[in-house]
């Protein structure tokens, strides 16, 4: 068999073993349910397969095959070929969890990397090595934020993806946490600091925002949120586009505690929404409540610097039922993408590649906004994303540019129904002016329709 | 002898220095928002970046350097042909909010793997959803809180699991808000029906079991732990990180599990990638169907599409679809294996595992506690070395280091003192089996302070583990 080299010798090694048929080795196995076969095909040649699976690739459209405009999160960034190269490397590619250091240096030391990397740009003062991705890091940090203050309320904005608050409310029912949303100011869909106010009181354990938010809009009013999280004793989680603080504070400069966000841009292809990469970050003063693995420096018997896992009393595998989170398999591989793709980058480079995201978000809302039948939703200065409402069906104008193979903005009103015909636009260093032009004239055709 | 490479290799900032520098911030910016700052990431040529990275490789060992055995880890070969076909723009470039009729493709894929998986464990349905195995159990604790609470059955706030799990079991089960009961093994290293009898009540929600458990050991007494269990009204989950020991052999479905988690990452041969990206679907009876996650993937006559009409569904667990660039991967790997070579996979895992027990065992060097019969995975003690020599299950791992193998899990499970546990695989020929088992006899025969003092040909010598906590360094700003 392909991929199973004693499939030859077995009679040899079972006759070296004093076994006669190889079912004496199942003879433990219930008669009444043990099966002679699964009702499935035959494996194919690797030949074959790669032919099928061509096939099956080509019933679908990728980013290359036309171009995209979809908000939400996701957008295709240009990913370097050192990185491919770095992380196709077999010692990293097919390594377990570090759990030998001395056998793991090189994987250890470039997780050490990537949390001082995360850290630096968060403005924390520690970082773990990767949870599941954005969505679940905002739900370890809700039930570290009950770890640390004993209280049950976690607030968040109203404005975020309707998927991670599904996720939130599910981490949230153990320990019983109440999820309470503010709503957003309708004109310039930043968070409604009147309503936060109302929404928090002694029982609140932390103040969830994002930067920039779920509708592409920053949250400038950080220094009085900040002020508001102060108040009532909580803790602040932010949470980032990590590509937008080449040109943004660092959410550690306006008082954050705990940072999180979804790192797949850095490095990490869009995979159709997974893989994904969870980036986790606060200060140091946490560090015994944090959730997931974190790589430390230490010394050899030669007293010379060595990595290894650190503080894995935390975890489930020492702490079992007490651990502070069930996290074992976490996305190692994308966070060494991360890091191969900073370094690649260097500060300069994240500066200037968030930039052009800046102002390629710039031109394009402005070159809609322009149009016919369409305008911006709100006010609020925004990042790479924006919404923008159109006069006529929103999906039909999606239907028709299709046809181009253009796929529009993210459709907003099966989760928000407030913002009916609402699209969430995104646009990246991806996105040539052609790209741009090509969405414009076409959004100006098919509003006439 | 075995030579790891070796570099003092410096960090990144050691390598190019980088400093704090006033910038000009971005005009347009709110003033509140506007970075002042250079962000302090060091500008580094290309060239180095790749030596730095290639140097750290070289210091790492993978499955591709050599035998893995890590028990409960299913370190298998990853075929090559998986990762490049994940990699292909026509899958890794797509967008999960695309429009349904350009993904046609992807849903393919997801809609034939998780027949696949249901025919492979004998489930009804599966969601692909899960990110790892522990957010699997996780996903499998809330559907078992809406199953019973769907029936107005909510007195029922406690979790069973045997002394012998997997840590993630007890901490998924705690995480859901379960109170956790563990009941101590019978002499035989398996459930002990009596004791699981007695501890059954109409406050159980649910019993976790993985089977084979993490000794190795067939749960013989499957079907009559299940009619206990069910008895009272209680659901049997089973944890997969032990499938590729029964595959086309016996199905999780057929010993009657309500609930199952597989681990792509280890029995579906996607690589592990220094800890991630995994995923751990999760696969149900007919009963539990609508409280799945959503989006199903659906088929009509034509084409395929996601359903998102499930009221009683609890919603999401994680974001979009799971990770999809695995799923791809496992779906690659079975339809290459196909049935013969899927249980091929678990028959040669359970002869190299009890070809290299046999042979340990005849050395007289390790004791093998409880049953011998084992499947794709044994656990020997090295109790008899620490009382002779006070060499330790840590000190033997560490030595194997020096002969160029990957250490076997140690300290695990903890009802086996000094604890070796050992899953070769399917993936290792005979003769590196052989070579293993004598680097155990040896290192069992050398002198105390060599093994003691191991590993010597990596890196770095002997870690101290302990001193990362003393002193706690986590950052390049913290040295």
Redesign the interface.
Known sequence: ???????A??D???K??GIND?EE??????K????K??????????QD??Q??RG?????????DGV?F?G?G???HYIPS?V????????????????????????L?????Y???I???TGM???N??L?????ALAEAA?MCTRISRKKTFVIPQNI?W??K??L???A????IEVKEVSYDVKTGKIDLEELKKHVDENTSGIYIE?PNFFGV?E????EISGIVKDTGSLFVVGIDPIS??????PGE?GADIVIG?GRSFGN????????LGIFACK?EY?RQMPG??????????D?R????????R?????????T??????????A?AAV?Y??????????ELS?IN?EKG?KLAESIELLDGFEGMFSG?HFNEFVIKCSNDVNKV??KL?KKDI?GG?VLDTWHPELKNCMLFGITERHADADIERLVSALKEVSHV | MYR?AVYD?P???ELVS?KKEK?K??G???D?????E???????D?TQ??R??????????????GI?P?GS?T?????K?C?E???????????????V??????L??MFELER?LC??TGMDYFSLQP?????G??LGM?LT?AYHEFNKDFERNEIILPDTSH??N?????????K?VEISSAKEGTVDLDVLEKTLSEKTACFMLTNPNTLG??E?E??EISKIVHDTGALLYYDGANMNA??????PG??GFDIVHL?L?KTF?T????????S?PVGVKMKLEKFLPVPRVCKNKKDYFFDYNAPES?????????????LLKAY?YI???????????S??A???S??MK?KLLDSGRYELPYKE?R?HEFVLSCEKLKQEKNVRALDV??RL?DYGF??P?IY?PLIVKEALMIEPT?????EDLDRYVDALIKISDEKPEIVK?A?GN????????????KK????????
Request: charged share 20%; proline share 5%.
């Open positions: 068999m392909k991929f199973i080299p004693n499939s010798i077995k040899t090694m079972l070296e073993m190889i080795l199942f003879s433990d196995i219930p009444k349910i043990g099966i076969k699964l009702d499935m095909p035959k494996g194919l040649s690797q397969t790669e099928r699976l099956i690739a080509n019933k679908n459209k990728s980013f290359y995209s979809l939400g996701i957008k295709p050192v491919k190269s770095i992380i196709s490397r077999a010692e990293f590619y097919t390594a377990y969890t570090p759990y030998q250091s001395e056998a793991s240096q090189g994987f030391q470039a997780m050490f990397e949390q001082s990397m850290a630096e740009l003062d520690i970082s090595c990767s599941y991705g954005g969505f679940t039930l993806s998927e991670k599904s996720i409310n599910n981490y029912k153990g320990p019983g930067n920053f400038d009013k950080v220094d603080l080449g040109v943004t504070k660092s306006y979804e292809p869009m995979d159709f929404g997974g893989s994904s140091k560090l693995r974190i790589i430390g420096i230490t010394k050899d018997a030669d010379k060595a990595f290894c896992m650190a503080f894995q009393t975890e489930q595998h020492i702490r079992r039922g007490r651990a989170s069930n996290i074992c398999t976490n996305e190692g591989l994308c060494l191969s900073l370094s690649w980058l260097g500060g300069n480079g994240l500066e930039r800046f710039q200065v999606n239907k299709l796929q993210l | 790891s290799e960090l990144l900032n980088s910038i911030p971005l347009i910016l709110p509140s928002l506007k970075r002042n250079k962000i302090n990431i060091p500008d580094i290309e970046v790749v730095h990275f290639h140097h750290l490789s070289q210091m790492n060992y993978g499955i591709d350097s893995y890590l880890c370190m298998k070969y990853n075929p042909i990762g076909i994940a990699s292909w723009d026509g899958f890794a470039g797509t967008n999960p909010y695309q429009d009729s350009t993904i046609q493709g992807n393919q894929v696949m025919e492979i990110a790892a195995g522990a957010q159990e996780f809330l809180r840590g993630t007890p901490a998924s089960a705690a995480m859901a808000g379960y956790l050991i067939f013989s499957i079907l029964i595959m086309g052999k016996v199905r057929d010993m681990n990452h041969a690589p592990h990638g220094g800890g991630g990206p995994g751990g609890i919603g999401k667990i994680k974001g979009h679809y799971g990770n999809f660039s695995v690659v339809l290459m294996m196909g049935r013969d070579g899927l249980r091929e996979s028959e040669i359970v002869l190299n009890n070809y046999k019969l499947k791992a560490k280091l990957h250490p899990t695990f399917e993936s290792e020929s005979k003092n590993p990596t890196p770095v010598k002997r870690v101290d583990d302990v001193g990362a906590t706690p360094i986590l950052t390049w700003n913290m040295i």
